[in-house]
């Protein structure tokens, strides 16, 4: 277990694979912030279960693509103490076929993944440095991988969070830090409900199901791990068999 003076950033906590993240770092001893942009509420009720059930945890309301109010709300935070594990988990998707894609999707689609990744990973970074110890742990996508229709703006994002995690892993790789991308395929949440039948479920992937939460939850759990501790710089794909 975890000692559980180690702090752990979820953001994005409170949605479907964020709130299975934040309860399993919780069950591991990890004191939890459970991150959201506008439903803080969502948040609060998630950390208030959390703490029901005998884990620590705390909510927290910010914009990822505000710069500035990323940076103080992150400076209040580290009032409290470095943290040390950090799961990039915020993300949007608006699908669109190239040709008829408006930039506004574009740039709001990397702005949350992309510049969110800058604007909430580069304030923690040092602090983590100095307790040399620390996990980042970036959730992306199979379409970063392979590829997928009407998703060029969201592959582009997730393929550069990869390209990103791999050259941060080289840098604070002497520090005791581990620098990891999971790369969830079809996962059962309600971001995904309406968008694959199971028809096309059963097509789409060899195991013939969408993968849970709890199961990506898992793997974040490992890698956050002292077990992981020699994991870096890698993109972990968890997709039933897909690619």
Not at 88 to 106: C, K, R, S, T, Y
Not at 207 to 213: E, F, V
């Amino acid at each position: 277990m975890s000692t559980p003076s180690r702090r752990a950033l979820v953001t994005g906590g409170s949605g479907g694979i964020g709130s299975a993240i934040c309860r399993r770092l919780a069950a591991d001893g990890y004191s939890v912030i459970v991150h959201a942009n506008g439903n803080l509420e969502k948040a609060q009720a998630l950390a208030a279960d959390i703490t029901a059930q005998g884990g620590q945890a705390q909510a927290v309301a910010f914009d990822v693509t505000d710069a500035a109010a990323t940076a103080a709300a992150l400076e209040v935070l580290l009032e409290g103490g470095p943290i040390q594990v950090l799961v990039n988990n915020a993300g949007i998707h608006d699908d669109a076929v190239f040709p008829g894609m408006q930039l506004a999707q574009w740039q709001r689609v990397l702005d949350v993944s992309l510049n969110g990744f800058f604007h909430v990973t580069q304030p923690l970074t040092m602090p983590m440095i100095r307790t040399r110890w620390g996990r980042i742990i970036t959730i992306t996508s199979v379409a970063a991988v392979a590829g997928n229709r009407g998703q060029v703006n969201y592959s582009a994002a997730k393929g550069a969070l990869h390209a990103a995690t791999k050259s941060l892993a080289l840098e604070v790789a002497s520090r005791g830090i581990t620098v990891n991308a999971v790369a969830p395929g079809i996962i059962d949440t309600a971001m995904t409900q309406g968008s694959f039948s199971a028809e096309l479920i059963n097509q789409m992937v060899p195991m013939k199901r969408a993968g849970k939460a709890e199961e990506v939850a898992e793997l974040v759990g490992f890698l956050a791990s002292e077990k992981a501790a020699y994991i870096s710089g890698q993109i972990i794909s968890i997709n039933g068999g897909m690619i």
